[in-house]
Each structure stands twice: as C-alpha cells, then as structure tokens.
C-alpha cells in the first residue's frame, strides 16, 4: 500500500509540474512518455528532424526537472 501511496504522489507531482509547462512543451513529453510515439514519428508529423524533437525534449525535460522540485518543495512545505 505505501509504494502505490508514494507512486500516486509522484504521478501528482509530475502533473502539476506538466501544467506549469507551456501547452506545446506540455504536450510534446506527454506524446513521447504517455502516448508512447516514436520521436521519429512526432518529427514527421511536425515536419522537423528527429534531432530537433529531441533537442525540445531535452530542454523541456531540463524545465520539468526544476518545476519539480519547486512543486515538490512547496507540497512538503504545506504538509510539515
């Protein structure tokens, strides 16, 4: 019980954090971890190089890593 507690904890930390991104960057990590599209597939359809989408992966998941924190600090500063 305590792991799905803290898998659900950390699945609400990351959507929070994904609603801070803006909508374009938001959707890009959902299509690419959520909905499981192959980068090659999501730069044909965006009609870029595959080393473009993973260059905007890169730097969104760089963003996500510091909303994360911040959204984590701030959830800890409200429960202690």
């Known amino acids: ?3 799905r507690l803290v ?3 950390y699945r609400r930390y990351l959507e929070e954090a994904l609603s801070w991104l803006p909508s374009e960057d ?3 990590i959902k299509a690419i971890y959520f909905d499981c599209i192959p980068m ?3 730069a044909k359809m965006c ?3 595959e080393g473009t989408i993973r260059y905007h992966r890169n730097r969104i998941i760089a ?3 510091i909303i994360l924190e911040d959204v ?5 500063d409200i429960l202690f």
């Open 1 to 3: 019980i305590g792991s």
């Open 7 to 9: 898998q659900e904890m």
């Open 26 to 28: 938001a959707r890009l």
């Open 40 to 42: 090659t597939k999501i």
């Open 47 to 49: 009609g870029v190089t």
């Open 63 to 65: 963003k996500l890593k």
């Open 72 to 76: 984590m600090h701030l959830s800890r």
